[in-house]
């Protein structure tokens, strides 16, 4: 038979949902006690808040902390494993051609300038690169992950006879397929 755990409001689907309803709930309480008790009743409401966390001091209750916890531990593995893949093989000046996003914590974890990175936050000429690879696509590394706008210009070079060959695919269970292209 399962084992229960005890009920927390804090660690149900929904609670932080209708905590702007409990916030607006505790002011509309303070505001109808009398003027000389305002303040111990709204130490009270702190106090009756807080005691789930003072109750049970754990990080995993805090569920800030936890949703954030796990849903990075995925993202910093396949960042991690495909800068140890770039990183002895990528040359300054060659370029990369990437998108937006949790990508670029790739470059952070290789040390290496954005300034080397071809993204959306270039505007304009990253929409023509991706969208006429033919003509503007000039980098020698690609990585996107699969799907993105970075990995149709691969696609669409190739009608071309760009060449890029797929140098590594990585795998995350929970994480997005990253795929590295090299010209």
């Known amino acids: 038979m399962p084992t229960l755990k005890p009920f927390s409001f804090y660690n149900t689907r929904y609670g932080l949902a209708v905590l702007p309803l409990f916030a607006l709930a505790a002011a509309g309480l303070v505001a109808v006690a009398p003027a000389r008790a305002r303040g111990i009743v709204g130490a009270l409401l702190v106090v009756a808040a807080i005691a789930p966390w003072i109750a049970h001091p754990s990080a995993s209750n805090w569920i800030t902390w936890e949703e954030s916890r796990v849903n990075s531990v995925a993202r910093r593995a396949w960042q991690k494993e495909a800068a140890d893949f770039l990183r002895p093989r990528y ?47 000039h980098e020698q590394w690609v990585v996107s992950a699969g799907g993105g706008a970075a990995q149709s210009a691969v696609n669409r070079a190739a009608w071309y006879r760009i060449g890029y060959s797929l140098e590594k695919t990585i795998v995350v269970k929970d994480a997005p397929v990253i795929e590295i292209y090299r010209r």
């Open 91 to 137: 040359r300054l000046g060659t370029g990369i051609l990437t998108t937006c996003g949790d990508l670029t914590g790739i470059y952070r974890e290789m040390r290496i300038p954005l300034r080397e990175t071809f993204t959306c936050d270039n505007g304009l000429p990253y929409l023509a690169t991706v969208l006429r690879p033919e003509l503007y696509l």
